[in-house]
């Protein structure tokens, strides 16, 4: 794929390099370039230098923060910040909740929520599975009850990302058990310090802290904080899924991916065989196919319109490929991803290495992309709605 750039595309890009030279924090993108984890100050101080020049929230509406950026600015920064390693943006606030603060909450919701998300002073997490309700969402149990003028909530939430770094959290509850499953569910608004709130870590398979499991205990949450009406929230819940799948995509990512890709086969001496050159080579055309239907669709979103059930797609081929990319990872690395251990990241570790530095990442990567297919709505799910707002069936 070949694009053609303005003089005025070229000089935004050249001042977006500058500022990623002068502002990122050169500690996060070795931690970003290494495959490394990141912790809540990486994203947050980034985030926070982004907002200073208004770029924080590029995909907003300009009412509201945003940026009047193409579709092909939107690219150039898509690009020279995955390119330069910079933190990832954290998708609960700026571009999960907001799209439906903005489309479905009240005034005061949106002079609320709006700034601090925008400004990078309040970290979201997303409140919808449960230890029974993944895939099939609309079975949840969190049950609201409103009392007076706030809902008493109870239930559990889990594989909460990042909960235990969130200041809110916004939560699909049951508030009626009366006709389809689907017509009882509310959407609230929860400020994570209100008692009853209780965060239990799950520590997942590579050793990491990423997921949590929320339990709420007769917590006391405002009906101010509701968002629309009550039963309607299955609603603005898949308004909202629509912006996460769109945002599942990671071209930047596996961009990233393919790069540190190719150092491990040549320093391994793998790529000399041609059938893995060969996966490597038709990893890279995905890569490159995914991008150019990537900014298709932002040209569409740009223009006004909703994901929709494009979004579906981008998960789809999106996660197929993060998994992809660690497969070839793990074969490329060999025998150097078995002894993982995490302490020999850390500064201090003076026993013998354990194989190259690039080596410690890629099996925890792998075991970790297992979920991508399942969550934001399994691959499985995706097809059929690909199925039946596509084709008809």
């Known amino acids: 794929m070949q694009m053609t750039f303005t003089a005025a595309d070229e000089a935004f890009r050249e001042e977006l390099r500058n500022f990623i030279e002068r502002e990122c924090d050169p500690g996060s993108r070795e931690r970003v370039g290494k495959g490394l984890g990141l912790g809540k100050e990486d994203y947050v101080d980034w985030h926070r230098k982004l907002a200073t020049k208004g770029w924080s929230c590029p995909h907003w509406p300009v009412e509201h923060g945003g940026c009047d950026w193409t579709p092909v600015r939107h690219y150039i920064f898509e690009e020279e910040t995955g390119e330069a390693c910079c933190p990832p943006p954290v998708p609960f606030g700026p571009e999960m909740v907001a799209p439906v603060v903005w489309t479905f909450g009240t005034r005061e919701q949106q002079q609320q929520h709006l700034p601090p998300i925008l400004a990078g002073d309040l970290w979201w997490a997303q409140g919808y599975s449960e230890p029974n309700s993944g895939s099939d969402l609309a079975s949840l149990k969190t049950a609201a009850r409103l009392d007076g003028d706030h809902y008493i909530v109870n ?108 150092h491990i086969a040549g320093d391994q001496g793998i790529d000399s065989d041609p059938g893995f050159r060969a996966r490597m080579a038709d990893a890279e055309i995905q890569i490159m196919a995914l991008e150019s239907t990537m900014l298709r669709l932002l040209s569409s979103v740009a223009a006004g319109k909703d994901p929709g059930s494009e979004a579906s797609y981008i998960k789809i081929r999106g996660t197929e490929i993060d998994q992809l990319m660690t497969e070839l990872a793990m074969e490329a ?27 410690a990442p890629v099996a925890p990567d792998y075991f970790n992309t297992r979920k991508v297919t399942i969550y934001g709505g399994s691959n499985e799910i995706q097809k059929n709605i690909i199925a039946k707002h596509v084709l008809g069936l």
Do not use: C
Request: hydrophobic share 40%.
């Open 155 to 262: 239930g559990t939430k889990t594989w909460t990302t990042m909960a235990h770094y969130a200041d809110w959290i916004f939560l699909l509850v049951r508030t009626s058990s009366e006709g389809k499953k689907q017509e009882g569910i509310t959407f609230l608004l929860v400020d994570m310090t209100s008692p009853g709130i209780t965060i239990h870590p799950i520590i997942t398979m590579e050793g990491g802290h990423e997921v949590n499991q929320v339990v709420f205990d007769d917590v006391h949450v405002p009906a101010a904080n509701r968002i629309g009406e009550e039963n309607r929230g299955w609603t603005y819940a898949k308004f909202l899924l629509g912006y996460e799948r769109f945002n599942m995509a990671g071209v930047p990512q596996a961009k990233r991916q393919m790069k540190r890709l190719r």
């Open 333 to 359: 690395a060999g025998p150097y991803v078995l002894p993982y251990a995490p302490r020999a990241l850390e500064e201090g570790w003076n026993e013998e290495p354990l194989g190259p530095e690039y080596a």
